[in-house]
């Protein structure tokens, strides 16, 4: 009943830039928070950033002053903007979104991407 749908992964030079984008779709009456997780090879997956509906954001320690998370509420639509990558931001990138569906009975969801490759190389 939801999907999301990510893009913009890739290969890049350290000190390079990607955006990614995910877009949500289906039966959704609302969507509260929208974040972007990752999990690299061996590791547990880890919250990278979060935006909520009104604009608040939050931040991994690791990626502060280097990624913006941003949305478009109109569009379903959350982006993570990454600049001066490090070959430790190399992951898999998954979207989440957390949010209510427009269909009885109108239950809550917490739905993910199916992940978007980012590998630095240095």
């Known amino acids: 009943q939801v999907q999301l749908v990510e893009s913009g992964g890739g290969l890049v030079q350290a000190g390079g830039s990607l955006r990614l984008s995910c877009a949500a779709s289906?039966?959704?009456?609302?969507?509260?928070?929208m974040g972007w997780y990752r999990q690299a090879p061996g590791k547990q997956r880890e919250l990278v950033a979060g935006i909520t509906y009104r604009g608040s954001t939050n931040y991994a320690d690791s990626v502060k002053d280097r990624f913006t998370i941003s949305r478009d509420n109109a569009k379903n639509t959350v982006y993570l903007q990454m600049n001066s990558l490090k070959p430790e931001d190399t992951a898999v990138y998954y979207c989440?979104?957390?949010?209510?569906?427009?269909?009885?009975?109108?239950?809550?969801?917490?739905?993910w991407g199916q992940g978007t490759q980012v590998t630095v190389s240095s």
């Open positions: 989440n979104a957390l949010g209510r569906l427009s269909t009885y009975p109108f239950k809550d969801f917490n739905h």
């Open positions: 289906g039966s959704i009456f609302s969507i509260n928070t």
